[in-house]
T-cell receptor, first 112, second 110 residues
Framework: ETGVTQSPTHLIKTRGQQVTLRCSSQ?????VSWYQQALGQGPQFIFQYYREEENGRGNFPPRFSGLQFPNYSSELNVNALELDDSALYLC???????????FGPGTRLTVT | DAKTTQPPSMDCAEGRAANLPCNHS???????VYWYRQIHSQGPQYIIHGLKNNETNEMASLIITEDRKSSTLILPHATLRDTAVYYC???????????FGTGTSLTVIP
């Protein structure tokens, strides 16, 4: 059974640019959640996708957007990057919108 | 916002039991409490979850008070590889859209 994978591992972008991060969910899981983790902080919930529809959103501006595909993989897009967007971005998948979820290794984004 | 309270840091001697407390006084009656840990710069790892009965798996034990307002995660024989930040999560009314606090940084000392 393949776990949650994320790409790329690391990324460096310039302020104002746009970025796309990718996540492949664990086999059989139809729900994907995205989190942002700044240095020294716990992960912060960005949004969740269930069967290709957004199923909940945390306190993040609209320039954070997402997509879930029919195979339940997902993308996180961030427009107009700001320095404060520098963080570890984590993806987690679960069987449904309830219960334990399993995290990928994360993508480290640095905005300069 | 996170709905749990945990001590910011703890030490534990290698081979001894590590007992990590969590206060979740506002947890809903039908919500589970979840525990995760995060080893430096890796994705959080699921440990265990419980509703009202004590739970045990190959990683840890979870003791939940009768009033469900607090719980304790027990690592029975801590090893150096258990050094991590441990998060207790009360997902009340948010499904598994988890709101993490700052967790407890556990250091296992040789």
């Amino acid at each position: 059974e393949t776990g949650v994978t994320q790409s790329p591992t690391h990324l460096i972008k310039t302020r104002g640019q746009q970025v796309t991060l990718r996540c492949s969910s664990q086999s059989g899981h139809n729900t994907v959640s995205w989190y942002q983790q700044a240095l020294g902080q716990g992960p912060q919930f960005i949004f969740q996708y269930y069967r290709e529809e957004e199923n909940g959103r945390g306190n993040f501006p609209p320039r954070f957007s997402g997509l879930q595909f029919p195979n339940y993989s997902s993308e996180l897009n961030v427009n107009a990057l700001e320095l404060d967007d520098s963080a570890l971005y984590l993806c987690a998948s679960s069987l449904t919108g309830y219960g334990e979820q399993y995290f990928g290794p994360g993508t480290r984004l640095t905005v300069t | 916002d996170a709905k749990t309270t945990q001590p910011p840091s703890m030490d534990c001697a290698e081979g001894r039991a590590a007992n990590l407390p969590c206060n979740h006084s506002t947890i809903s009656g039908n919500e589970y409490v979840y525990w995760y840990r995060q080893i430096h710069s890796q994705g959080p790892q699921y440990i265990i979850h419980g509703l009202k009965n004590n739970e045990t798996n190959e990683m840890a034990s979870l003791i939940i008070t009768e009033d469900r307002k607090s719980s304790t995660l027990i690592l029975p024989h801590a090893t150096l590889r258990d050094t991590a930040v441990y998060y207790c999560i009360d997902p009340s009314n948010t499904g598994n859209q988890f709101y993490f606090g700052t967790g407890t940084s556990l250091t296992v000392i040789p």
